[in-house]
């Protein structure tokens, strides 16, 4: 009985045990531990896939980092500013603002140039080298038409907003200081200085480690412009001589060499570039929006658009940082004139920008010295429509000589017109006999083969050097001569090409050949109509120095016949002797 008793003590002793602590675990429940964020999850996840593993503090934890005060919700703003630059006779105010949604650069326009349209035509807006931005935090795919904008990549262990909402922790009248943390205690810096007197802008990036875990990111800044009509156009009717009214590119300084993707083509296929990059820009006719990294450390180029936005992104190498630790990223960025000898001052081969290749060929020694050349004129006239026509003066002074030469050749050429149709009625089935004899015949009367048509190939390169620079230097855009409103566009009343159809004309007239009345005839009408539907299409600049090349050589050739004697071999001498 007693062992029966004492085994019911225990039953009873265990069951009020058992009920006891059941009570005390629903009366004093145990505190849960807080919640592992994603953010922290993923940081012990990076840590072991960057090779920390090693580290068992950093490999295993799971615990909270030290409390931070992570960034919240933001009012966004804009904060402008503007400056002047001169250099030289160039004096080109600026506007800008920069936006603490994202911290890029919100606007910058340059109220003295303005956009043009679709149909080639200025319009009332300024020249704008960065678009705005909605301040809607939601929308993440507008940080990519962010200029300077930046985002974190996949690679980042901590939580990165598309659009970071910084705080502004500091301003003055050329800085601005943002700051983000976020909600792991990484904090992101962004700090911008202006120069007032220039088109550049020094900025700096730092992402600072405050977290109690090794944290990982890869970052990525960009240069972004929204393709406007007049960009998306594309070429004329005559795509190799009326090029668009404007053009966007981006552009990536790799390996010494300016690599150059139209935004049309991004839109079909992205480029990237990763050796040597010192730079990347979207490209404009005359205008250029750069991102220079200023690190040792080689980034990556890419370039890339997406509906009406071209983008260019220097994207940085995978960072590793222990708690903290910072690493800070250097730029400059430059927006404004694409002027080769502004561009120079920037010290990071920024100069390569200013394209002066054409058909293959480059130019750029031909078109530097043209260039130079119309800037004394301007100097001493004042504008640069009389500036090209002193261009179109000293250039036919300077090949006076050879064009006497030549005029002089194609007037002994048709003087032997008579001869040389002699020879082909007499060797008519012998084509080498004939050449062989034509050959003999002009070395008996000093007739150069090459005489007549030199000074035209010499003038080629000459045309095709100031097609470019027209098409390159900023300082004839949108400047007006006669009725001419802007000398980089073609003549909106068809004045000019229809002059030079008529002046070409007589031109034809009264130059010497040794065609048969049949081609002569031809070419009467078609060369002169030829040359008017591509002057329809070219700048007025060139047209003006065309035409007035083409006068010059009316008279030069007037001169040649008057001093030599009637022609015997021109169209009008055949039609008098007719």
């Not at 601005?176 to 909600?183: D, G, I, K, N, V």
């Not at 977290?211 to 070429?235: C, D, F, P, V, Y």
């Not at 043209?370 to 250039?395: E, K, N, P």
Request: glycine share 6%.
């Amino acid at each position: 009985m007693q062992e029966d008793s004492s085994k019911n003590r225990l039953l009873l002793t265990a069951a009020l045990c058992f009920l006891v602590m059941m009570g005390w675990n629903v009366l004093f429940p145990k505190k849960r531990p807080n919640p592992v964020t994603p953010g922290a999850v993923a940081t012990a996840t990076a840590a072991v896939d960057a090779g920390v593993a090693g580290s068992p503090e950093v490999a295993t934890a799971t615990v909270a980092a030290p409390p931070v005060v992570p960034t919240v919700a933001v009012k966004g703003e804009t904060f402008p500013f503007a400056g002047r630059v001169e250099y030289a006779d160039m004096k080109v105010p600026y506007e800008l603002s920069i936006t603490n949604i994202g911290g890029g650069i919100q606007t910058y326009v340059l109220p003295g140039y303005k956009e043009r349209n679709k149909d080639n035509e200025a319009t009332d807006d300024p020249i704008s080298l960065a678009d705005p931005t909605s301040f809607d935090v939601r929308d993440g795919a507008a940080v990519t038409a962010q200029m300077a904008g930046i985002q974190f990549l996949d690679e980042t262990t901590f939580t990165v907003p598309k659009r970071i909402p910084f705080e502004v922790v500091g301003k003055t009248e050329d800085s601005l200081h943002l700051r983000y943390t976020s909600p792991e205690g990484v904090v992101i810096e962004r700090e911008y200085q202006m120069r007032p007197d220039s088109f550049e802008m020094e900025m700096a990036v730092t992402v600072r480690n405050g977290s109690s875990q090794t944290q990982r990111h890869r970052m990525q800044i960009q240069a972004a412009l929204k393709a406007t009509e007049a960009m998306a156009r594309g070429s004329g009717f005559l795509a190799n001589f009326q090029p668009p009214p404007d053009h966007l590119q981006g552009l990536c300084y790799a390996d010494g060499e300016v690599e150059r993707k139209d935004y049309t083509a991004l839109k079909k296929e992205s480029s990237s570039f990763k050796d040597g990059v010192q730079w990347v820009a979207m490209d404009r006719q005359y205008f250029l929006s750069a991102i220079i990294s200023r690190d040792r450390a080689t980034p990556e180029c890419q370039l890339s658009a997406n509906g009406d936005v071209a983008r260019a992104l220097l994207v940085m190498g995978t960072e590793t940082l222990k708690p903290q630790e910072e690493k800070r990223y250097k730029y400059t960025a430059y927006l404004g004139v694409k002027k080769e000898s502004v561009l120079t001052l920037v010290d990071a081969n920024l100069e390569g920008a200013v394209d002066y290749k054409i058909l293959g060929m480059n130019l750029a020694p031909l078109c530097t010295g043209l260039l130079w050349i119309l800037s004394l004129f301007h100097g001493f006239t004042g504008s640069w429509g009389v500036a090209i026509l002193g261009l179109t003066l000293l250039v036919k002074l300077v090949l006076f000589p050879l064009n006497q030469r030549s005029g002089k050749s194609m007037r002994a050429m048709a003087a032997l017109r008579p001869q040389l149709e002699e020879l082909k009625s007499k060797y008519p089935d012998d084509k080498q006999r004939q050449n062989e004899e034509m050959m003999r015949l002009y070395k008996d009367h000093n007739v150069s083969l090459g005489g007549g048509c030199l000074p035209m190939l010499i003038q080629m390169p000459i045309w095709f050097a100031l097609y470019r620079s027209l098409w390159v230097s900023v300082d004839l855009y949108q400047q007006g001569f006669l009725w001419v409103a802007d000398l980089t566009t073609r003549d909106p009343y068809w004045i000019l090409p229809v002059t030079l159809v008529v002046v070409m004309f007589i031109q034809q007239k009264m130059t010497p050949t040794t065609m048969d009345p049949v081609q002569q005839k031809m070419m009467q009408y078609t060369m002169p109509a030829m040359f008017g539907i591509m002057m329809a299409a070219l700048p007025a600049g060139l047209c003006f120095y065309i035409l007035t090349n083409t006068l010059l050589t009316i008279v030069q050739q007037h001169l040649i016949n008057k001093s030599i004697g009637p022609m015997g071999g021109s169209p009008a001498a055949q039609e008098a002797k007719a």
